[in-house]
């Protein structure tokens, strides 16, 4: 598997693995800096469909999708909606 810097995951659009829905742009990654485990994806731009999740918010009101959810990163942050609920 290529590894991909988290730079580049950055702005890219997120997609449900199972509809196909847009959920919005990658922001921003959150991490432990000391062993550099990644835990949520930032959304910015987010449509109706990722308000309807219920997701978890960050102080400035971003939704967060844990980084557990990414099933794949390629043209598009692809997430797996059944591990967000």
């Known amino acids: 598997m290529d590894r991909i810097k988290a730079g580049e995951?950055?702005?890219k659009?997120?997609?449900s693995e199972e509809t196909g829905r847009k959920f919005g742009v990658v922001g921003n990654i959150d991490?432990?800096?000391?062993?550099?485990?990644l835990l949520n994806?930032?959304?910015e731009q987010p449509t109706r469909y990722v308000e309807e999740?219920?997701?978890k918010t960050d102080e400035r009101g971003r939704y967060l999708?844990?980084?557990t959810a990414v099933k794949s990163v390629g043209d598009f942050?692809?997430?797996?909606?059944s591990e967000l609920v």
């Open 65 to 67: 999708i844990p980084f």
């Open 31 to 37: 991490f432990v800096v000391e062993s550099g485990e």
């Open 77 to 81: 942050v692809i997430v797996s909606e």
């Open 9 to 11: 995951i950055v702005g």
């Open 13 to 15: 659009t997120i997609i």
């Open 53 to 55: 999740l219920n997701l």
């Open 41 to 43: 994806i930032v959304v």
